[in-house]
């Protein structure tokens, strides 16, 4: 198994309310014995009563540091949520540092996890090209090196990146409305469609916001023609997909909890470079079929895409009428 050396890459490690998740996830970063460790607690939630125990034992959890390690806590004392929350993390961990291997409460990860980020934290540390490292693989495998390159990795459960690619983090969208138009930027899109559909996620995020931060990467890798990094082996098992989940909540035999909660990890035992930095378009489109429209046939993910356009000039065109009519009536 890859990891001889010690863990020197800072890893911060995001918490709040699942005591049980959170003392597995602890447990395997016990083992790697991180040098540099950053631990981020969210407050218990004023309205929710049981989050207060939840919240002081989790934090009890996280505080006993067993092994030599510089260990840095933020514990905030109002619940700012998930997505703010991990946002807060960032912020403060980047203030202090140029990279970062990190985790959420939920995300188990195996040993070569740590050390498969830090070899390549250091190997891609000067490409502005590569802007992440994903710790998950969801069942597609491309070529015969370690990891590809992809535009399609996504999921935050475990992952790893640069100062400079979080400097360039837009959390709202800023300058969203102007790139969109560029031609360079929708070039960038496999298809039409593929374009079309992911408009449709980024503008709904913008007018109704979420409890996310993947999202806003993904959009960005568009912006800046980025790849980003996915082993082709998992290496990061997200325990989540239950009651307790922050996002997806779903029964442990529902069909998204079957396809991406609980899967096997594995050890490597050599790290193989592959020989060119270049996504294959053929493999990207069934990526992208896969992380995008997670396995959805075409036509269904169509009659979705266009029976919501449909729906909003529909319902513009209700609200304009009325409007209209308002305006009449006044008279």
């Excluded at 950053?38 to 092994?67: L, M, N, Q």
């Excluded at 830090?118 to 990891?147: M, P, R, V, W």
Aim: proline share 2%.
């Amino acid at each position: 198994m890859i990891g001889k050396d010690d863990l020197v890459k800072p890893v911060l490690f995001m918490v709040f309310n699942r005591p049980d998740k959170t003392q597995q996830v602890f447990d395997a970063i016990r083992i790697a014995k991180p040098k540099k460790l950053y631990i981020a607690a969210d407050a218990p939630r004023e309205h929710i009563p049981e989050d207060y125990d939840k919240c002081c034992k989790v934090k009890s959890i996280v505080s006993k540091i067993d092994w030599d390690c510089d260990a840095k806590f933020l514990f905030h004392e109002k619940n700012l949520g998930c997505s703010l929350a991990g946002i807060a993390a960032w912020d403060w961990l980047f203030s202090q540092e140029k990279w970062m291997i990190f985790l959420e409460d939920d995300g188990v990860p195996s040993q070569s996890f740590f050390w498969f980020c830090q070899e390549l934290l250091d190997k891609y540390e000067n490409n502005l090209n590569i802007s992440y490292i994903c710790g998950q693989n969801f069942g597609t495998t491309h070529g015969d090196a370690t990891y590809f390159f992809t535009r399609y990795a996504g999921s935050t459960w475990g992952f790893a990146t640069w100062k400079r690619t979080y400097d360039l983090f837009e959390y709202k969208f800023e300058n969203y409305k102007e790139i969109v138009r560029r031609k360079s930027y929708k070039d960038r899109f496999l298809t039409k469609f593929e374009y079309k559909y992911r408009t449709r996620q980024f503008e709904n995020y913008i007018k109704h916001g979420g409890n996310t931060y993947d999202l806003q990467h993904s959009y960005l890798v568009y912006k800046y023609d980025w790849l980003d990094i996915m082993p082709n082996i998992n290496m990061v098992t997200n325990i989540g997909f239950d009651s307790e989940a922050a996002n997806t909540i779903v029964t442990k035999d529902s069909k998204i909890s079957l396809k991406f909660g609980n899967l096997r990890r594995y050890e490597l035992n050599e790290l193989i470079h592959p020989t060119k930095i270049e996504i294959d378009n053929k493999f990207e489109k069934q990526q992208m079929m896969h992380r995008v429209f997670q396995d959805k046939s075409k036509v269904r993910v169509v009659i979705e895409v266009y029976f919501t356009f449909i729906f909003r000039g529909l319902m513009f065109l209700i609200k304009t009428t009325k409007g209209v009519l308002k305006g009449r009536n006044i008279q």
